[in-house]
């Protein structure tokens, strides 16, 4: 059963445009969420985190926006850059465990 | 900054034969945690290492082993291998590992194919 649910295998945005990335979690105990970028042959790098205490944590071009009544996150970025093409994992980690349980991606198109 | 180092990047294998994965954290980090993603699928957790002890377990098959070194360097070691065993395998690392909120910084990976 898929604990981390990213609904959208795809999602093509135009340069300037904001990109919304949607990620859905069924696990209650999860507590601190995460957004890796990942492109082709290289491992996943991280882009931003929220812990449960918060509902939106922002680092430059990149927000994170969690609701945790609705369980349910989302990555925005603005403005696009072509650069920014790539597969997104949205991943999900529990108080006390380590481990993260990865949703299984989305592949974003920003074209120029 | 230094990243987490993984080696080899590639390894071919044949059946039932055996293979060694290395992972090098990222200086001070003190956890590291092994991956597996097969095609089009997302990673999987194997294991992972705090201060050189297994600190969780995931679906790791039996034939797998891992630990981790006085030096903080991790070894994945794969045997009698099958062809469902090809996948590229992550490494990460981050600083602390028991809490459940550390940032994994993720290795470029190794592509393992087993034919």
């Known amino acids: 059963d898929q604990q981390v649910k990213q609904n959208s295998p795809s999602l093509s945005v135009q340069e300037g445009r904001i990109s919304i990335l949607n990620c859905d979690y069924t696990?209650?105990?999860?507590?601190?969420f995460l957004w890796y970028k990942k492109y082709p042959a290289e491992g996943p790098t991280f882009l931003i985190s929220?812990?449960?205490?918060?509902d939106k944590n922002e680092d430059g071009r990149f927000t994170v926006f969690l609701n945790k009544s609705a369980k349910h996150l989302s990555l925005h970025i603005v403005p696009s850059q072509p650069g920014d093409s790539a597969v997104y994992f949205c991943a999900a980690s529990a108080l006390g465990y380590s481990t993260l349980t990865f949703g299984k991606g989305t592949m974003l198109l920003v074209s120029p | 900054a230094a990243g987490v180092i993984q080696s080899p990047r590639h390894l071919i294998k044949e059946k039932r034969e055996t293979a060694t994965l290395k992972c090098y954290p990222i200086p001070r980090h003190d956890t590291v945690y092994w991956y597996q993603q097969g095609p089009g699928q997302d990673p999987q957790f194997l294991i992972s290492?705090?201060?050189?002890?297994?600190?969780d377990k995931g679906s790791i098959p039996d034939r797998f082993s891992a630990q981790q070194f006085s030096d903080y360097h991790s070894e994945l070691n794969m045997s009698s291998l099958e062809l469902g065993d090809s996948a590229l395998y992550f490494c990460?690392?981050?600083?602390?590992?028991?809490?459940?909120?550390?940032?994994?910084?993720f290795g470029p990976g190794t592509r393992l194919l087993v034919l």
């Open positions: 929220i812990s449960s205490i918060k």
């Open positions: 990460a690392s981050s600083l602390g590992g028991l809490a459940g909120a550390e940032t994994q910084y």
């Open positions: 696990n209650s105990m999860f507590d601190y």
């Open positions: 290492f705090y201060e050189k002890m297994q600190s």
